[in-house]
């Protein structure tokens, strides 16, 4: 979910730059394809680091082997999408039946702020989910040790395995 909301940053980015109109339906169509290819990106990036951590590698070696080993397929997935996508954008089509190049089509007006919600969502969103993911990870990761540490000391299990309030001493002054 994370990755989404960075993507929208993109997002909202291109379509200043290009002054698009920001069409409710087309830029959400762009917002909703945008979000499945922004996921799945974060998801093959720690899929990956959560094996790496079960093959019993440490958090920030499975965090590093996991970008330099996901880095060349989740860069392909948006140097593809925005390459296909450029056409759009600009208002380039190719007119089969008089077979001409065209500037400035028609289906510019339509699906240009859909494209360009894509271009830009995907490239910023890819750059953020390759450094701020894995940090947000190990974050994540640390302040749940924490928790399992404090809550440690106030718990113990009893031999029928339920668990029993440990009391907690208070140091003297």
Do not use: C
């Not at 001409?100 to 995907?122: C, R, Y």
């Not at 718990?155 to 668990?163: F, R, V, Y």
Request: hydrophobic share 55%; net charge neutral; glycine share 10%.
């Amino acid at each position: 979910i994370f990755s989404v909301l960075l993507s929208l940053v993109g997002v909202f980015w291109g379509l200043v730059i290009t002054q698009m109109p920001f069409g409710i339906i087309m830029t959400g169509v762009g917002v909703i394809s945008l979000a499945g290819v922004v996921v799945n990106n974060a998801i093959v990036l720690m899929d990956y680091t959560i094996q790496l951590r079960e093959r019993g590698m440490t958090k920030r070696d499975a965090l590093l082997q996991a970008g330099v080993t996901r880095l060349r397929p989740v860069l392909l997935t948006a140097v593809t999408t925005v390459l296909g996508l450029i056409p759009m954008a600009t208002g380039v089509s190719f007119d089969f039946r008089n077979f001409e190049l065209v500037v400035g089509s028609d289906s510019a007006q339509w699906w240009g702020s859909m494209a360009v919600a894509v271009i830009f969502g995907l490239v910023v969103s890819t750059l953020l989910t390759l450094m701020v993911v894995p940090a947000i990870y190990s974050l994540i990761d640390d302040v749940s040790h924490w928790f399992q540490r404090v809550f440690a000391r106030w718990i113990n299990t009893d031999a029928g395995g339920g668990t029993v309030p440990r009391p907690v001493e208070i140091p003297e002054s």
